[in-house]
């Protein structure tokens, strides 16, 4: 099955910095990766994601990039607020079944201090 | 909005109860989808649905059951609670492939 490694499992950022969240993935079938951004107490909720025959996908301070050669993507948040703190997850998508069901990371804990 | 609803919020249960932990979700999606997270493993696929009366195992099915009679609604059953089984239990929905999830507010479960 699919096995997704996520690093840094912490990361610690002063206001206005960048941080990148990286994740690899085992399957080279999988072929859509959405990251998900969980603040303390509640619910997951999906931020980005993108397809495997995107190479870069941007959303305002957010942007994913993906590297299938090396099976390898990435979450870059620029400008980060104390609002962007909380943990984040990556996953990766291949085929079960009937379904394109995702694996996720371990989950990234990002602080951003003022 | 999408909203995917559980049933409770926390629950606490003794060893040895059965278990039955609900979620509905309101805009007809097909996929459905039972979650444990505990800290340091992130998030853990019990059971899926892609249909009613469907159900597949995840990658943690033992201990756990589920049910899809129709298609807004997924239970997830504990057949005989374990303390092992403490955890924060999400449920998830989906229209279909490339398309990511909406979760519930999960429901944190502690058996005694």
């Known amino acids: 099955g699919e096995n997704v490694e996520q690093h840094p499992s912490t990361l610690s950022v002063q206001e206005g910095d960048s941080a990148v969240i990286k994740c690899t993935y085992s399957d080279s079938a999988s072929n859509y990766f959405p990251w998900y951004k969980q603040e303390l107490g509640k619910r997951p909720q999906l931020i980005i994601d993108i397809r495997s025959n995107v190479g870069e996908k941007k959303d305002q301070r957010i942007a994913v990039t993906l590297n299938k050669t090396a099976k390898h993507f990435s979450l870059h948040i620029t400008e980060t607020q104390p609002e962007d703190s909380a943990v984040y997850f990556c996953?990766?998508?291949?085929?079960?079944?009937?379904?394109?069901?995702?694996?996720f990371g371990r989950g990234t804990s990002l602080i951003v201090h003022p | 909005d999408v909203k995917v609803t559980q049933s409770s919020r926390y629950l606490v249960k003794r060893t040895g109860e059965k278990v039955f932990l609900e979620c509905v979700q309101d805009?007809?999606?097909?996929?459905m989808f039972w979650y444990r997270q505990d800290p340091g493993l992130g998030l853990r696929l019990i059971y899926f649905?892609?249909?009613?009366?469907?159900?597949e195992k995840g990658d943690i099915p033992e201990g756990y059951s589920v049910s899809r009679e129709k298609k807004e609604r997924f239970s997830l059953i504990l057949e005989s609670a374990s303390t092992n089984q403490t955890s924060m239990y999400l449920c998830a929905s989906s229209p279909g492939d490339y398309y990511g999830y909406t979760f519930g507010s999960g429901t944190r479960l502690t058996v005694v």
């Open positions: 996953a990766a998508s291949p085929r079960s079944g009937g379904s394109y069901i995702p694996t």
């Open positions: 805009m007809d999606h097909e996929n």
């Open positions: 649905s892609y249909d009613v009366k469907m159900k």
